[in-house]
């Protein structure tokens, strides 16, 4: 079974960094393709923040270009998401997404974790 585990959210101050981690495990997994990090605000819709492809071509939210950097590490099956120069519009449950093919399936299938709380703080 396919799982994406989010760890590294946490409390910060305004103007301060946060680095959260995404790891995918699941005995079946034979590829993944695009990951990416979502985030949803009290009272918004969630929303892309930044993706990544296998082959390292990104792409970011208007609102974090400069601030944010996604990375990703094929051998772990892991991504990640720096986030510097934080500010309280930041401040959201963080989710990662990845797009997963496994074994015996003919497409691969989006997949998401549980999210972690980012809260900066003014």
């Known amino acids: 079974q396919v799982q994406l585990v989010e760890s590294g959210g946490g409390l910060v101050q305004a103007g301060g960094s946060l680095r959260v981690s995404c790891v995918v495990s699941?005995?079946?997994?034979?590829?993944?393709?695009?990951m990416a990090w979502y985030r949803q605000a009290p009272g918004k819709q969630r929303e892309l923040v930044a993706s990544?492809?296998?082959?390292?071509?990104?792409i970011y939210a208007d609102s974090v270009k400069g601030r944010f950097t996604i990375s990703r590490d094929n051998a772990k099956n892991a991504v990640y998401l720096q986030m510097n120069s934080l500010n309280s519009e930041d401040t959201a449950v963080y989710y990662c997404?990845?797009?997963?093919?496994?074994?015996?399936?003919?497409?691969?299938?989006?997949?998401w974790g549980k999210g972690t709380l980012v809260t900066v703080s003014s």
């Open positions: 997404n990845a797009e997963i093919l496994t074994v015996g399936r003919p497409y691969g299938m989006d997949y």
């Open positions: 990544i492809t296998s082959g390292g071509s990104t």
């Open positions: 699941g005995g079946s997994i034979f590829s993944i393709n695009a």
